[in-house]
């Protein structure tokens, strides 16, 4: 039999380098594509490019054959402290639809049919997402459009993109909505961090007896999808016969302040929240997972309580091993 073959755009960010591994675990050969290598984990992939896929001539040159998987989850994201300040939108939205405007047309003329393409919660509308008791994300409620932020209007008109090759040039592209992914080997400190990671650098490095500083009044909700369990959507969707958009994400709605709570638990710290003013983003949002449950007969089950213990326990030692080299 034929060793099957991947390409993952966005390898060197946390979901591809994770997405890389279950591939190769897998059997796939894989060639992985970022501007940088991951700054947490080696990487697996058998063929790793530095490249920038805002330029055709490198997107050409890694979507060279006829790859049996390719997942485009290369963008210009970050969490609320990037997204919704409005500094970085012009960036964003140009370098994000550059890219998947160049990797969709580039598997186009290789004759790719299989593309699967991460689009965000963030492009649900702000008016179903007003109450944090009871947030609207269905994915019919889509329309009419209305995200807060430009990142959120970027994938909603990729979204639309992969499925009009879908349409127009007999493509089988998956589209998946995540709602705020979480784990070990992410972003969890310069500004791009979600919160998950940003209240367990603020629980590890505070100390006992003392404060942490939440963004908003912590009564914002949000569900959190442990990153084992994106990634396994995300390669059922792949290989499924519906072609979404389908939210990937967890329905384990909690507030800020009580995610805060869960960490500061699991630290075992005796530690107060400071609720400051912050970017804050939609006032709720819960994942809906009526429609995966149907079409995949798959949905995440994880606590988050479990997943917030790892990647507790991985941000600590990575503020521990960087605090004993600097003491070297
Ligand atoms: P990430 O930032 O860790 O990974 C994205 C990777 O894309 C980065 O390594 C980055 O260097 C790379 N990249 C950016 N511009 C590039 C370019 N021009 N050429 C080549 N590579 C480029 O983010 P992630 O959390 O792994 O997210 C992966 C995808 O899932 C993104 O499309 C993101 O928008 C989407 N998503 C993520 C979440 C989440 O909570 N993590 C939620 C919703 C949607
Ligand atoms: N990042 C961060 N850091 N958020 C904080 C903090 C903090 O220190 N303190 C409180 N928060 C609050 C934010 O104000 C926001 O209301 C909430 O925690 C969640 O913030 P994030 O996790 O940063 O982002 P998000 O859920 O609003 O959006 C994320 O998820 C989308 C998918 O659901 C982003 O990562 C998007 O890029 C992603 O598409």
New binding site residues.
């Given amino acids: 039999m034929t060793q099957k073959t991947a390409l993952v755009c966005g390898a060197g960010g946390f979901i591809g380098g994770h997405l890389v591994k279950r591939l190769k675990s897998e059997g796939f050969w894989v060639r992985g594509v970022d501007l940088k290598f991951n700054e947490h984990a080696d990487t697996e992939a058998d063929d790793f490019v530095i490249g920038d896929l805002r330029e055709q001539s490198v997107v050409r040159s890694v979507v060279d054959r006829r790859f049996d998987e390719v997942y485009q989850l290369a963008a210009d994201?970050?969490?609320?402290?990037?997204?919704?300040t409005g500094e970085n939108d012009a960036n964003v939205m140009h370098n994000s639809a550059t890219i998947n405007l160049n990797v969709l047309d580039a598997c186009h003329k290789r004759n790719i049919k299989r593309v699967f393409y991460s689009s965000?919660?963030?492009m649900y509308p702000e008016h179903n997402q007003l109450d944090p008791d009871n947030p609207n994300c269905a994915e019919d409620s889509a329309y009419p459009a209305n995200p807060d932020s430009e990142?959120g209007w970027e994938?909603l008109f990729s979204e639309r993109l992969y499925l009009a090759y879908n349409r127009n040039h007999g493509m089988e592209c998956r589209v998946a909505r995540?709602?705020?992914i979480f784990g070990p080997e992410g972003t969890w400190e310069g500004g791009k961090?979600?919160?998950?990671a940003?209240?367990c650098r603020?629980v590890a490095l505070a100390e006992d007896g003392s404060n942490i500083?939440?963004?908003?009044d912590?009564l914002?909700t949000?569900s959190f999808l442990y990153v084992d369990e994106c990634v396994e959507g995300t390669t059922r969707l792949l290989r499924s016969e519906f072609e979404g958009p389908v939210n990937i994400?967890s329905e384990e709605m909690i507030s800020?302040n009580d995610l805060a709570k869960m960490v500061i638990a699991i630290s075992g710290k005796d530690i107060t929240i400071n609720n400051i003013p912050?970017?804050?983003?939609?006032r709720g949002?819960n994942s809906d997972n009526r429609l995966i449950a149907e079409r995949l007969n798959w949905a995440p089950e994880q606590p988050l309580k479990t997943g917030m213990e790892k990647t507790f326990g991985w941000i600590s030692g990575e503020i521990a091993r960087r605090h004993n080299q600097k003491a070297a």
């Fill in positions: 994201m970050g969490g609320a402290g990037y997204i919704f965000s919660a963030c990142y994938k995540y709602h705020n961090e979600k919160a998950p940003a209240l603020k500083e939440v963004w908003g912590g914002q949000r994400g800020i912050g970017p804050e983003g939609v949002r």
